[in-house]
């Protein structure tokens, strides 16, 4: 069984074809697909996928990259979804300073206020990570939270062992295929398979057999897991459970999706 722990299966590349992306994946194993929010605007997207596929999920949240159009009522809106929804976490939220156009000081205080939010109604966090972990591992350490996944994770492995010993899983994907990826190879091979949990970031991050401007789908999430395995030197069989148990393990509101792929159907 396999868990996408990070899809944006809202978005517009997925239009011509959502539901049959859907449907296979989970004939493929595929069992469950978390669905993270960026902004306020998609909040009902995300909302409404998980309502009509049953192996998908969701969480709410304000990307980093959105925060130049968000309000404070947006904070507000957040905060009574969870109270009145059922999302399995508060993101994408965090940190990018990997596009500098992009208002630091409102990253910060929309992540921080975010994290509270998380804090308070005892959710995990899904973390936007991006050339600013140091930052976002300060966040944390001021407010805590009960864990989450530091998704795409690219950083190195003290920072790791950071987020490891803070409860969170982290994510690996497509970037992790390429065989230039030397550090990210790296990574995948010297933690932990407990450490690690599998995503596709669909449409983005296309592993390398797409190549760098190919769709990607949570369809190459078997082929990600082999790749895992491969750097490892293990089973196929044993990323495919230690990953989804991973997954169950920090997204507690998951644990239905281990539901046999059929009974989803």
């Known amino acids: 069984m396999l868990i996408?722990?990070?899809c944006h299966l809202d978005a517009e590349e997925f239009d011509?074809?959502?539901?049959l992306i859907a449907k296979v994946a989970l004939q493929q194993g595929v069992v469950g697909i978390v669905?993270?929010?960026v902004a306020r605007s998609n909040f009902d997207a995300v909302i409404a996928l998980s309502n009509q596929y049953k192996h998908c999920v969701y969480a709410l949240g304000i990307h980093p990259m959105y925060v130049d159009n968000a309000t404070e009522a947006d904070l507000a809106t957040l905060q009574t979804y969870v109270q009145t929804h059922q999302p399995v976490a508060i993101g994408e939220i965090g940190l990018d300073y990997f596009v500098s156009k992009h208002n630091i000081q409102l990253q910060h205080h929309y992540f921080s206020e975010q994290l509270n939010i998380a804090k308070q109604h005892q959710l995990p966090v899904i973390l936007h990570v991006r050339h600013a972990i140091d930052d976002v591992l300060k966040h944390l350490r001021r407010t805590s939270v009960v864990g989450g996944i530091a998704h795409?994770?690219?950083g190195s492995f003290q920072q790791a062992e950071q987020?490891?010993?803070m409860g969170f899983k982290l994510g690996f994907g497509g970037a992790m295929t390429y065989r230039r990826a030397l550090h990210i190879r790296a990574l995948a091979k010297q933690l932990p398979l407990d450490a690690i949990v599998l995503e596709t970031d669909a449409p983005d991050?296309?592993?390398e057999w797409l190549g760098r401007h190919g769709r990607n789908t949570p369809l190459e999430l078997s082929k990600i897991a082999q790749v895992l395995a491969d750097l490892k030197q293990v089973n196929v069989s044993q990323v495919l459970d230690i990953t989804s148990a991973n997954a169950r393990h920090i997204l507690?509101?998951?644990s239905h999706l281990y539901t046999p792929a059929k009974a989803l159907l």
């Open 152 to 154: 795409a994770f690219n």
């Open 163 to 165: 987020f490891i010993a």
């Open 4 to 6: 996408d722990t990070h």
């Open 35 to 37: 669905i993270p929010a």
């Open 252 to 254: 507690p509101k998951i």
């Open 205 to 207: 991050i296309p592993p």
């Open 16 to 19: 011509a074809d959502r539901e």
